[in-house]
């Protein structure tokens, strides 16, 4: 019986640590775990969903109602769409103003709901189907949820690998990991926690939190941070931070403090959207209350103050300014998502067009992100071999690798049509290299191919000393290396990660439009200026941490107004800081792509240059639609409330103005 309890203690324990988990990482009930696949299908953008059928529904009732007949089916479908468009709009504007708050959803609400008592139903009905459709296809579109964090979050595994005093085993989740304690790391695996080198040597990809696809070799008392991925040979780690203050915890709080600095624009529509509404409502109650004592006329009827100031409220409501401005938005979203960007909503485009400046992350951005061999060097000519025989026994030993420098060497063979050899007593050396035996010429030879010093130390001095000039001159050129060594003929394997095709295009483009282009990397100064020079940037910033690059995000981002384009992780508080954030889709770690404002879904950065171009556009779209807005409501609201427009005609003036900015906000659909 005690053992049942325990167990059903633990699986209660358990479960209830998955729902702190979940939610923590910004997990939403639309998506939870816990919902049948059937309910998250019709639960999925329901707002949505209900506000095309109110929009069906009140175009079939409209057309019910010139039939006699049929009135009384209209009226009933009239109810239904005050239903579903209607009552969720109800429910929050009794919440918003229970907490205080008049925006202009109430008063939208308000106006929908009042027209029922001057006998205009399907005027108030029009409002909400309208009012509907905006906020749900808004919030489809520019939904940005906690998926950076939880992205995050997903770099690390929820266990470790515990080392027992005894030397057993036991897996223990990362929480319950204190700073001191021995966790084992095999190969393939993905280090839970920032942790030193105690035993073994490995190399440690951390491309997705460096950018740079080249891994790093760890040995005794390297520090090594969470996330990386442990290529080869197993590591033993003292754990040196807890979960709450590893790298990836560092920089989730870094992309949360990011993203919550919102932008100028969002917040000063908040503020008018308060002010406007607040405004509509105390001049409706001032006009009903007032009218019949200044101007004499009845409180009720059709000439009566309350009926003016009803069709004052609905006339006046915004709809021109709530429906034709995110159509502009969304306009323009929908010509970037057939050009492969996907826009994170229309404050992304109206923080793009007060920029004037772009900063480039290098590795996966302006360059591939895949290393070339761009060609092999004979060190000196004691060797018999040549070197297409050097790239056949290189060929016959990388392809049992797994690394970078492995996939290079292989594909450059395979172009070359070089045929592999026979190599025997092949041996892995995690973090330096491989060695083997092939026949060449009647004779057994060594061979070995890895790291530059790994192989220098198997060289006599001078032959050494040589190799390590040649290797400091290649490197200062900005190129990455692998020395092949056939008994004591070494031969230098030359790599280089190439720039994306037209990217120096695309950056004379930006250049003459005024705005500053800059790149900051985290590799090293030789490599970033080799990269810079073949795309015509001027300046650079290199060896930087993710502190390191918001930090100049955050700088120019005050100054001028900057766009960010990245795809690591060390990338993402920088995406999340910047004015506008924008990632690249196929390279992109899923953290940055959540962190960014835009995606360029097919890596297609060439398109910047009309990116800007549309934004820009749609400002002086979006600015044209306030004035036509402004204007559809002045002239609707005020000869309204004057008697000199009855309703009817009042609604058509103030949805004629609608459908006008609405007409104009289309042009953005263009290509």
Known sequence: MSSLFSAQKNASETALQFIEEYYEEGGQSAISPFLRPESRYWGAQLTLK??????????????????????????????????????????????????????????????????????????????????????????????????????????????????????SLIDRAIKEVP??????????????????????????????LTGENMPV?????????????????????????????????????????????????????????????????????????????????????????????????????????????????????????????LLKGGITLDALSSCKAVAFDKTGTLTKGELKCIGIEKLNSSGSESV??????????EKNAHHPIATAVTSYAASRNVASVSVGEFKSIPGYGLEGVVQLQQSKKNVYIGRPNYIADKLPVVERSFLLQRIREIEDQGELLAV??????????????????????????????????????????????????????????????????????????????????GDGVNDAPALARSTVGICMGKVGSTAAIDAADAVLLQDNIELLDWLIDRAEMTSRVVKQNLFLAVSAILCASLPALAGYVPLWLAVVMHEGGTVLVGLNALRLLKK
Not at 249 to 259: D, G, M, N
Request: charged content about 20%; proline content about 4%.
């Open 50 to 167: 209900a506000a095309f059928i109110a929009a069906v529904m009140l175009f079939i009732a409209f057309g019910f109602s010139f039939f006699v007949q049929m009135k009384p089916l209209a009226n009933f479908l009239l109810v239904l769409v005050y239903f579903l468009a209607g009552i969720p709009s109800l429910i929050e504007a009794v919440e918003d103003l229970l907490d205080g708050e008049i925006n202009i959803d109430i008063l939208m609400t308000l106006a929908a709901f009042s027209s029922i008592f001057i006998g205009s139903g399907m005027e108030g009905a029009l409002l909400l189907v309208l009012f509907s459709l905006s906020g749900a296809m808004e919030d489809a579109v520019t939904s940005k949820a906690k998926g950076a964090i939880s992205a995050l979050h997903k770099l690390s595994p929820t266990k470790a690998c515990v080392v027992q005093s005894d030397g």
């Open 179 to 208: 700073v001191g304690t021995l966790i084992l790391v095999k190969a393939g695996q993905i280090v839970p926690l920032d942790g030193r080198v105690i035993e073994g040597t490995s190399s440690v990809n951390l491309v997705h």
């Open 217 to 341: 070799t760890k040995t005794l008392g390297d520090t090594v941070p969470a996330g990386g991925r442990n290529l080869e040979g197993a590591l033993k780690l003292e754990v040196t931070h807890t979960s709450s203050d590893s790298t990836i915890s560092r920089i989730i709080e870094l992309v949360t403090q990011a993203q919550e600095a919102r932008p100028k624009l969002q917040r000063w529509f908040d503020k008018v959207s308060q002010s406007y509404a607040t405004t509509i409502i105390v001049l409706t109650i001032l006009f009903a209350l007032s009218f019949p004592i200044v101007f004499s006329m009845p409180l009720f009827g059709v000439e009566g103050s309350i009926y003016r100031s009803l069709a004052f409220l609905i006339a006046a409501s915004p709809c021109a300014l709530i429906i034709a401005i995110p159509i502009a938005y969304l306009s323009a979203i929908s010509a970037c998502a057939r050009k492969g960007i």
């Open 388 to 397: 297409d025989e050097a790239l056949a026994i290189a060929y016959a030993m």
């Open 484 to 565: 092949l060594l056939i008994d004591k003929s070494p031969y230098i394997f030359r790599f280089r990660d190439t720039p994306r095709f037209k990217i120096a295009e695309t950056l004379r483009a930006v250049q003459k439009r005024g705005w500053r282009t800059i790149m900051l990397t985290g590799d090293h100064e030789a490599s970033a200026r080799l990269i810079a020079n073949e795309v015509g940037i001027t300046e650079y910033h290199s060896d930087l941490s993710p502190e390191d690059k918001l930090r100049f995000v955050s700088e120019i981002a005050q100054k001028t107004g900057l766009a960010m384009i």
